[in-house]
């Protein structure tokens, strides 16, 4: 690609770098911050972010330099997007869950612990479905 | 000798992808929990499809991108199956 800069070029190396820079903040968050829950902040949202910029990029440089469309990327874009929360909820669940048994201790960080869910419930993560929540299919 | 724009880029991007596979591998070894460990290998994997997606472009090829799509695949289920362990005491009940 040599002679003037094209738009391709132009919108790709911007999403590129884009992208490492959510990704390289994303792990900035997770050696920086002080307690679990917070560190999931950072890789969850900001590295999804960063992929994705990254992902639109190869796509933007694939279709306007060779004028073809692949869509690898937007599979893998979409599969991150699904995935990302899932595993961040279930390392969630066992941090939880650690904390509890008394297998892991941890110094609260700035925001402290979760705040207990409405009513007399409790962020569970062996008990039974609580009646009228939607993984109650014993009052149906 | 000079860059074009894309390869700047493409330089920089390997470059921070690398500083940020090293922090994650210091959370990995410094780690105070368990679960700061399954956290900092979730984040290896996808900074290392990244690094892959970053390898497509210079490339020009294709074909990093399966590689790409299976590495999400199994670090996906390789996160669960911690999580599922270590909550349950077992992975597929």
Redesign the interface.
Known sequence: MSGPVSLAELLAAALIVLGSGFALVGSWGLVRLPSLMERLHGPTKASTLGMGAMLVASVVWFQLGEGVWTTHELLISVFLFVTAPISANMIAKVHLHRLRTGEQNEAAGPAGPPAPPPGSADWATHEAPHQGTPGDFAGD | MTL???E???A???A??G???A??L??LVKG?????R???L??MV??T??LI??A??AG?S?TA??A??LL??VG?VG??AY??F??RGDIIE
């Open positions: 074009s724009v894309l700047g880029a493409l920089f991007g390997f921070g992808l500083l940020a596979l922090m994650n210091w959370r105070p929990g368990v679960t700061d399954i956290l900092a979730d984040t996808i900074n499809i990244g997606v970053l497509g472009i020009g294709g991108f399966e790409a799509l999400a695949m996906f996160t669960v999580a599922k270590l909550l």
